[in-house]
Structures are given as structure tokens and as C-alpha cells.
């Protein structure tokens, strides 16, 4: 079995489209958000969708591959791993940001326009 230790699986939509640099050695880095919704019903009888946001990062080939195809609102199936850095802003505050490093990918909605 595929060890679970630190695994993310997650289907979505793209909050925007995928922003790609050039970094070291020429390899390729894409950042983009992802948007995952839930729905139940409350005590009410009413339907309520809770909708969390998650920073994605993509390295290398993939990362090509995402900022050629990918667009906001498109649906997509990732996996990867949490990475959290830890720092402090110029006032002083701890700051925490948490991303997914994206090691697999699939397009799940069809061809936009």
C-alpha cells in the first residue's frame, strides 16, 4: 500500500488561472487555488454548502502542463502532500502558510472555449 502519512486527495475547481515562473536551472513552478465544497442539510431542513480554499503549487513538467491547459472554474482531481512554511511579517507576527505540492493531476471538466 502507498504509504498515507502525508497524502492530500482533492477534487475541485480553480479559483484562478494557474500563474507559471521560470525559477532555478529553468525548471517551472505553477501556483493556483482550488475551491472543494460540501453540502448537508441543517437542523432546519435547509441545504447549506461550505466551499474551502487551498494553495496549490506545481513543479516541472507538470507545472507546464498546467499553466497550458488549466483555466479558472475547470475541474480537477489532485494529489499531493501539505507543506506549511513558517515566518514572520516585516511588523513581527508569526505567519503561517500552508500550500499542497501537487505530484499527480487530472482534468476532470472538458475542453473550454
Known sequence: ??????????????????????????????????ATSDSYINQKGEKVTETQWHNLVIWGKLAE????YLKKGKQIAVEGKLETSIFDDKNGNRKYYTQIVV???????????
Open 1 to 34: 500500500m502507498k504509504s498515507l502519512r502525508n497524502s492530500v486527495h482533492l477534487i475541485g475547481n480553480l479559483g484562478m488561472d494557474p500563474e507559471v515562473k521560470d525559477v532555478s536551472n529553468g525548471r517551472k513552478m505553477a501556483r493556483f487555488s482550488l
Open 65 to 68: 502542463v498546467a499553466g497550458q
Open 103 to 113: 505530484n499527480d493531476l487530472l482534468m476532470l471538466s472538458g475542453k473550454s472555449n
